[in-house]
């Protein structure tokens, strides 16, 4: 159950505790136990340990920060739980098709699934810091799930597959081979962390104004767009520095150096 270990379950702003508590105790049903709060409104409580019940443990050693940044920095693949992007179309799933890409992971890559508000979910900017959307197929006239049953649902979804894969590897029924649209289960290098990812944005955005490429006063879609694709090719380090180098030469020529 190694993987499920890398499972990172992050809470953007929830406003009831409670909720915390009930995802808590779904999370260690499934036997995942990284539990990040973005800025909860009420936390701790009394509310939200009694909801943990007997998954106290996994509440207690939550941890608190105060930004999606620094919930996401060391992770090399997130998702958003969300319907779908309001802006733009941004690669969506299914919480069954989402554990073929955690499956496909390399070995020691860190794993974020992001849950947003009760009341309005992730805004759009938090959607475009992450690689995919899962969106929970419910009824069409009222899919509406509470923030912890998602968890739960996504979180029954990851350990199947994982216990799907481990009755392969050990002589039972052939697991699916995953149809992906880039296999990195042997990559020569790590992954970019989210972090990593933001400062590349940042000097990709730098870039594009100093080159009269990007004007802020009239910005459209530009740098969302850039996002999605950067995001959907899962650069790795070695390809990121590549990438940095080109645009501080660009940089360094067009102030003479």
């Known amino acids: 159950m190694e993987l499920l270990n890398r499972i990172r379950i992050v809470m953007v702003n929830t406003s009831d505790s409670g ?17 990040v709060l973005v800025e909860p409104k009420e936390f701790p409580t009394a509310k939200a340990t009694a909801r943990a019940a007997g998954a106290a443990d996994v509440l207690y050693q939550a941890r608190v920060v ?28 299914t919480p069954r098709e989402a554990t073929q890409f955690v499956l496909n992971e390399p070995e020691g890559a860190s794993i974020a699934i992001v849950f947003g508000r009760e009341d309005a979910g ?25 923030v912890a049953a998602a968890v739960q649902v996504i979180c029954y979804e990851m350990r199947m597959a994982v216990l799907a894969q481990q009755q392969a590897e050990t002589g039972g029924a052939p697991a699916a081979k995953p149809v992906m649209p880039l296999e990195i289960t042997d990559w020569d290098e790590p992954l970019v962390s989210a972090e990593d990812m933001e400062r590349f944005m940042k000097h990709f955005e730098e870039t594009l104004l100093d080159i009269g490429f990007f004007d802020p006063n009239n910005p459209k879609q530009l740098m969302t767009r850039a996002r999605r694709l950067f995001m959907r090719t899962r650069m790795d380090r070695l390809e990121m520095n590549l990438m940095r180098g080109v645009l501080s030469t660009v940089q360094k020529r067009l102030k003479g150096e």
């Not at 919930?71 to 739980?81: I, K, N, S, T, Y």
């Open 66 to 93: 105060p930004t999606l940044d620094e919930a996401l920095a060391d992770c090399q693949m997130v998702f958003g739980a969300s319907a779908r992007m309001r802006t733009i179309p941004w690669p969506l799933m």
């Open 19 to 35: 909720n915390i508590g009930a995802a808590a105790r779904a999370m260690k049903t499934m036997g995942i136990s990284d539990l």
């Open 122 to 146: 992730l805004t759009n900017e938090e959607l475009r810091r992450c690689h995919y959307h899962i969106c929970i197929p419910g009824n069409e006239s009222y899919g509406v799930l509470n």
